[in-house]
């Protein structure tokens, strides 16, 4: 089995994404203390459902971020084959 | 109690000290205890509560044992032995019963120690017992109370107090009489989860209580095994009219007591019906019954009991405008529990929104489902006593300080009454109204 080589690059890229999901899931918290007009104490009370969220969003990105590389290796081969 | 609300409790063995490894020791017990008894709210309304604590913690010392005499060694008085025997200071010196097998049980709890009687008298002529406890068939509480206050002695008797009104208003005046303790066992009095759930009430927790539902469910012919035909009544007392009210002298009691301590009063009428529809034994009283009490305000305590079905087991449901206690269950649930999270919220909101089927036309009615709130404990720690071990605490205690506390014989008084006057509504068929005469001066 050969080595799986993780770049600095791609680490860095990844820990980006994980940064936007989780600020996208503050901000969806801050858009329900105000729509349902709970306690701003949610914004850290509530943390372990924002870190939920975090993590969901991050792997439906990957799962999208996947799909979307293995169509790319998909036509790429396409093309070698003609 | 007046009835203008002036004034408002499984056996255990967890509570000997030697037992390290239980949930709750008897000092845990006491300090519990203490700690709910000694709030504002229930000191001013049940005193006898800290003072109680404060000497039941006081350590054994030879100069102030209680000597006690003890009156019907059956299954509950053998119960109430065996928690006695935990109690520091308390010494059973005596103890009666007319059935030698009853006797002989009794005997051996108290280690052999105890002198043997047959006949409750010559153990009331006793002049080293300071008090008696008298666990026998109703029909005899009445009679045994009496004569046992008259000997000078302080008086702990099992509910009910008796088989009529009139005879639990003459074991109140017998007890002002004679100065000294009456205290009935009505042992959810000194329940921890029983004294959150009044605590919670004064305090408003609740709201305003508007209806109590209660119920005691069995599924059992509530039979004794009778060894010999000619004892069939003396054993199964409970059985038959002429020993017992059956369900409401025995169960009910209880139950309507904590709806009169919740409410702060005692039922001003009564109604309800009764029959023998299953166990058609050759009993007397009847295997399920069902009676409405209406309670100055118009607030009505609903309560019912069989012998045929066991779903529902028993409680009492304190019901009020912002919350219901369940203390049997030890649960009390908020009408408008606090909101989730708002994000929990919003999440539940989406989802909602793709998956849930939607109406083509609005509904005109939607049920009203129980609600689904698991709601949450009266009391944190796991106590498996049902009051019965601090009650006999209790009484050592209130001996050895030989003082009647104002409030607990008037509980189990309107308590008794207000079965017995159930019991008279069902056999009449009839709304009977609180009779003047039996309101306590």
Same mark, same amino acid.
């Given at each position: 089995m050969n080595d799986t080589v993780i770049t600095a690059k791609r680490k860095r890229t990844e820990w980006i994404i994980l940064l936007a999901c989780f600020i996208v899931a503050n901000m969806l918290n801050i858009y329900s203390i105000i729509q349902y007009k709970s306690s701003w104490t949610e914004l850290y009370r509530s943390m372990f459902y924002i870190l939920l969220i975090t993590f969901f969003l991050y792997f439906v990105m990957l799962f999208f971020r996947l799909v979307f590389w293995g169509i790319q290796i998909a036509i790429r081969r396409i093309k070698r084959t003609r | 109690m007046t009835n203008n609300g002036k004034s408002a409790s499984g056996k255990s063995n967890d509570l000997n000290e030697n037992q390290p490894d239980n949930q709750v020791t008897r000092r845990d017990f006491l300090n519990a205890f203490a700690a709910v008894a000694g709030t504002t709210l229930l000191s001013a309304s049940l005193p006898w509560l800290t003072g109680v604590t404060a000497q039941a913690g006081q350590a054994a010392s030879p100069s102030n044992r209680v000597q006690l005499g003890f009156i019907g060694t059956g299954s509950r008085g053998c119960y109430l032995l065996e928690l006695l025997r935990r109690v520091p200071n308390a010494d059973v010196a005596a103890i009666c019963d007319n059935y030698p097998p009853n006797l002989q049980k009794g005997l051996e709890l108290t280690g052999g120690k105890a002198k043997t009687y047959t006949n409750y008298k010559d153990l009331l002529a006793r002049n080293d017992l300071d008090a008696v406890l008298i666990a026998t068939?109703? &029909?005899?509480?009445?009679?045994?109370?009496?004569?046992?206050?008259?000997?000078?002695?302080?008086?702990?008797? !099992?509910?009910?107090?008796?088989?009529?009104?009139?005879?639990?208003?003459?074991?109140?005046?017998? %007890?002002?009489?004679?100065?000294?303790? =009456?205290?009935?066992? +009505?042992?959810?009095?000194?329940?921890?989860?029983? =004294? #959150?759930?009044?605590?919670?009430?004064?305090? /408003?927790?609740?709201?305003?209580?508007?209806?109590?539902?209660?119920?005691?469910? #069995?599924?059992?012919?509530?039979?004794?095994?009778?060894?010999?035909?000619?004892?069939?009544?003396?054993?199964?007392?409970?059985?038959?009219?002429?020993?017992?009210?059956? =369900?409401? @002298?025995?169960?009910?009691?209880?139950?309507?007591?904590?709806?009169?301590?919740?409410?702060?009063?005692?039922? !001003?009428?009564?109604?309800?019906?009764?029959?023998?529809? &299953?166990?058609?034994?050759?009993?007397?009283?009847?295997?399920?019954?069902?009676?409405?009490? #209406?309670?100055?305000?118009?607030?009505?305590?609903?309560?019912?009991?069989? @012998?045929?079905?066991?779903?529902?087991?028993?409680?009492?449901?304190?019901?009020?405008?912002?919350? @219901?206690?369940?203390?049997?269950?030890? #649960?009390?649930?908020?009408?408008?529990?606090?909101?989730?999270?708002?994000?929990? %919220?919003?999440?539940?909101?989406?989802? +909602?929104?793709?998956?849930?089927?939607?109406?083509?036309? /609005?509904?005109?009615?939607?049920?009203?489902?129980?609600?689904?709130?698991?709601?949450?404990? =009266? +009391?944190?720690k796991v106590i498996n006593s049902d009051g019965s071990d601090m009650e006999m605490e209790a009484f050592v205690a209130m001996v050895r300080d030989g003082r009647a506390v104002p409030g607990h014989l008037e509980q189990a008084y309107y308590a008794t009454v207000s079965a017995l006057l159930g019991h008279q509504a069902m056999l009449e068929n009839r709304i009977i109204a609180w009779p003047k005469e039996l309101i306590l001066q």
């Open positions: - | 068939p109703l &029909y005899e509480h009445f009679q045994m109370v009496i004569d046992a206050l008259a000997a000078g002695k302080h008086v702990f008797c !099992e509910k009910s107090m008796a088989m009529l009104p009139e005879q639990c208003l003459q074991m109140v005046q017998a %007890q002002k009489q004679s100065g000294k303790i =009456l205290q009935i066992g +009505h042992q959810r009095l000194f329940d921890i989860k029983f =004294l #959150r759930a009044m605590e919670m009430i004064r305090s /408003g927790d609740i709201g305003k209580i508007t209806q109590v539902r209660a119920y005691w469910h #069995r599924n059992n012919d509530w039979r004794r095994p009778v060894p010999s035909p000619d004892l069939e009544r003396k054993i199964n007392w409970r059985l038959y009219k002429e020993y017992s009210c059956g =369900l409401m @002298t025995e169960l009910a009691s209880h139950q309507i007591q904590v709806a009169n301590w919740a409410l702060g009063a005692f039922p !001003e009428s009564v109604s309800g019906s009764g029959s023998i529809n &299953y166990w058609h034994d050759g009993r007397e009283v009847y295997d399920n019954v069902n009676l409405v009490y #209406r309670y100055p305000g118009g607030i009505h305590l609903i309560y019912d009991s069989l @012998t045929s079905n066991k779903k529902y087991g028993l409680e009492e449901q304190l019901e009020g405008n912002k919350g @219901t206690i369940e203390p049997e269950a030890n #649960r009390f649930y908020l009408e408008n529990p606090p909101a989730a999270p708002g994000i929990v %919220q919003l999440v539940n909101s989406i989802e +909602h929104k793709i998956f849930d089927a939607v109406p083509i036309g /609005g509904p005109s009615w939607v049920p009203e489902n129980p609600s689904e709130d698991k709601g949450h404990s =009266l +009391h944190d």
